[in-house]
């Protein structure tokens, strides 16, 4: 299982937005570490297929993504940042209308969801109103839906944005467990996040990725410490103005 990003670009008007990036992901967890305007979300839209590449390619396991169509949706899950809930809808319902949206119908579908929610702590709020359940308790909703297809490829824009000290913890394990199996892309400004879950981290910044590798690795290079923090090394290429004082 492969995931190959040859040398995207995406430009609105004047700005390149995503410049000539070139990345390979296989099995396992990687954080895509950059300030808010870097480029993240817009790589990961065109990763999943919503957004127009204007020169590169995406491949999975050698074919491009785009000849695919249906067959690569089925195989990606996706969590954006600005994911849209129906407030009035209950729990279970909610992941049922998605599953019907994948093709996943019936008796299958409500067992799938059953499995799902327990797997991510809300299987006693399964006729909980959305507009009910915690910031922390919707976004576990978001994970559980976007499960329901059992993804290859996991994308997940900024998921514990917002989310106090406790449920970001419970978040990481969860996206951890996720990575033993398929492609987990996490994009988040939040280091901790990161640090202790990614097999593999990229830095991003203006469009570009400036550095990849292990966290030890990212240490090495960007400060010649390996037993600094990987919040000096965020700081080397973002600086103070880009980071709150709830990241880390």
């Not at 951890?176 to 996040?193: C, E, F, M, P, Y």
């Not at 030890?216 to 919040?231: F, I, Q, R, V, W």
Request: proline share 2%.
């Amino acid at each position: 299982m492969e995931l190959v990003i040859k040398n995207i670009t995406k430009k609105y008007k004047a700005k390149l937005a995503v410049n000539q990036v070139s990345v390979t992901l296989t099995q396992g967890v990687y954080g895509l570490l950059g300030a808010n305007g870097a480029g993240k979300t817009t790589l990961m839209r065109m990763i999943c297929g919503v957004l127009q590449i204007d020169e590169g390619e995406i491949l999975f396991d050698g074919e491009e993504i785009g000849k695919m169509d249906e067959r690569y949706r089925d195989l990606l899950g996706y969590l954006p940042q600005d994911f849209g809930y129906y407030p009035n809808f209950t729990v279970m319902e909610f992941m049922l209308y998605i599953a019907s949206l994948k093709g996943i119908t019936g008796a299958y579908a409500k067992q799938k969801s059953k499995v799902l929610l327990k797997k991510v702590g809300l299987e006693k709020n399964s006729k909980t109103k959305i507009k009910a359940l915690s910031g922390g308790m919707k976004q576990r909703l978001g994970i559980a839906q976007c499960m329901l297809n059992d993804p290859k490829i996991l994308v997940l824009d900024e998921p514990t944005a917002g989310l106090d000290p406790k449920e970001r913890v419970r978040f990481r394990n969860m996206i951890a467990n996720l990575g033993k199996d398929r492609i987990v892309l996490l994009s988040t400004h939040i280091v901790s996040d990161v640090e202790q879950i990614a097999d593999w981290i990229f830095i991003m910044k203006d469009g570009r990725i400036v550095e990849q590798g292990t966290v030890e690795h990212l240490k090495e290079a960007s400060l010649g410490d390996k037993n600094t923090s990987l919040e000096k090394v965020y700081l080397h290429y973002f600086g103070e103005e880009d980071i709150d004082d709830a990241t880390f």
